[in-house]
């Protein structure tokens, strides 16, 4: 994927529409990968979401003492080793690997980039009052990273147990709204 | 729409995949309706979730004072009327009027179902502690109606500025997650 920096403003765009994402995160030498749908924008600019990790995942540890991940868009054309990531644990097999993803170093974060994905945002953890509670942790995106050639990228949602709907057709509609 | 009750442990595969949502909120013998698309499943059972109303909307204060809402997943057949609510105010406009929205009794809660979304579901404000810092109020779910006629429903995933994915086909993937 080509990708280029993407402006910060515009960032929302690209979680709005809900698709699954690839988490990807860095520690003690090692990075991790999973995939998570359980996200939300919470303001536009800066850039923040909040997003559920939960602590019986293996990326929860990375992430919590790291303070940064980054969260990367596939779409359909790689929904094969996006399950196969959420079958697997990072705590015995190293994913990039044994999927077939290649990372790549991010510029403000230690968490890799995924090549294989069209869009990528570094971030940092920015509040972590939620994290006892719900395991909901608020980044803030720090550098966001797009392939402009993805126009309509075919996105992958999560409706459950296995069924996956794919983003279909664009429209355009007279919005007041951002 | 004929819905019926739908089981709360299968909620999150409503919201999960991301759709822009109708929230309507009653108070003072009014009621509103607002599109969002801020939201994030928190909890699977009892389901839980967290969305983002601002301060700036009508709704905010019809919701942080009733303590309820319902949210309703619009399909794109409606997505010119969800459109228009968000480009108007519920301060001056009675917005179910306005746009041929139909009001139906919910069982738990006094805002509203809408007759014209697939999906319904009541909710109660279960946290607030976010609310002063990102307008993020946490809801839980106490009941759910859905139409079991709707297999494969077309809803709308915002894109920023007017522009809107429709959800396309569905794919089954060998997922180990719920």
């Not at 980039?113 to 939620?130: F, G, K, P, Q």
Request: charge should be positive; aromatic fraction near 8%; glycine fraction near 8%.
């Amino acid at each position: 994927m080509a990708k280029k920096s993407y402006p910060l403003p515009r960032v929302y765009g690209l979680l709005e529409p809900g698709p699954v994402v690839l988490l990807t995160t860095a520690g003690a030498g090692k990075c991790n990968v999973m995939p998570m749908s359980w996200h939300s924008m919470l303001e536009f600019e800066p850039p923040r979401l909040g997003c559920v990790v939960s602590d019986r995942n293996h990326s929860y540890g990375l992430l919590a003492s790291s303070g940064e991940c980054v969260i990367n868009i596939p779409t359909v054309d790689i929904a094969g080793k996006v399950v196969s990531c959420g079958n697997t644990s990072g705590l015995k097999t190293d994913k990039f690997r044994e999927f077939g993803l290649t990372p790549r170093p991010a510029e403000d974060v230690r968490a890799p980039l995924i090549e294989e994905c069209y869009a990528s945002l570094e971030c940092r953890v920015a509040d972590t009052s939620m994290v006892a509670t719900y395991a909901f942790f608020v980044l803030q995106v720090m550098k966001a990273w797009m392939d402009p050639a993805i126009k309509h990228p075919r996105t992958i949602h999560h409706r459950g147990r296995g069924t996956f709907m794919v983003a279909g057709e664009t429209i355009r509609l007279r919005s007041k709204m951002k």
